[in-house]
């Protein structure tokens, strides 16, 4: 369904979200963002009206805001700001990007984004504001908790389970059966084997917990 939208940041990650969603064939009135140094510009040919403080000049009934917010440290800065605008009367669309792949027998938060390419098979759940970024995959039985972020190319295979708040960097892969606790990070190009209980980095090929020295 169509519709207008306000996506709220203007980086890098809102240029993706609004280039999705005019795909899709929203029209996307603008972005907001607290850098007074971006107000003006314009995010894929959408212009940046200001920061948050915009919004009063537009109906919550009418419009519906998307989380432009990224990040590769987890995504508790995208809940938090999505959190004060819904309790304000803010409701958040989701995205799916006309080339991505979703099973019908996979369940997908309302308001989950998935981008360019991605694959999301049969009995995959997807949770709440959960980027599924550029040619990820989250393979059969899959549990991918609230506010993840599956960076581009990222592999999350059958069976796996991650914990809210995690951050699968680009190019790693879960192996199947694994389980990441919430917060868990893992670098670009790891291979994790062995399941995590949460709130670590996790670097390498086998993953395992980076020293806090490094």
């Known amino acids: 369904m169509s519709g207008q939208v306000i996506i709220i940041g203007a980086g890098g ?5 609004a280039d999705a969603l005019l795909a899709m064939g929203h029209e996307v009135i603008g ?42 440290r987890g995504e508790p800065l995208r809940h938090q700001v999505q959190a004060h605008l819904q309790a304000d009367g803010w409701r958040f669309c989701g995205v799916r ?6 099973s019908p027998f996979a369940s997908v938060s ?13 009995g995959a759940v997807i949770g709440a504001g959960c980027i599924i970024n550029t040619g990820s995959i989250v393979e059969h039985d899959a549990v991918i908790g609230a506010f993840v972020h599956v960076a581009p190319g990222a592999v999350v295979c059958g069976n796996a389970s991650i914990g ?10 879960v192996l199947q059966g694994m389980s990441l ?22 670097v390498g090929v086998p993953a ?5 020295a490094t």
């Open 13 to 17: 990650h809102a240029a993706v979200v």
């Open 31 to 72: 972005c907001t963002d607290a850098n007074s140094l971006r107000h003006g510009e314009r995010v894929c040919g959408v212009p940046v009206l200001g920061d948050d403080s915009e919004l009063v000049r537009y109906s919550v009934a009418s419009i519906r805001l998307a989380n432009g917010l990224g990040g590769t």
């Open 97 to 102: 990007h006309p080339s991505a792949v979703v």
């Open 110 to 122: 309302a308001d989950a984004q998935l981008m360019a390419g991605c694959i999301v098979q049969p």
């Open 164 to 173: 809210d708040y995690c951050h699968i960097g680009a190019g790693a892969v």
């Open 181 to 202: 606790g919430s917060g868990t990070i893992v670098g670009s190009g790891a291979v994790v084997l062995v399941s995590h209980p949460g709130q670590a980095t996790l």
């Open 208 to 212: 395992r917990p980076r020293s806090p």
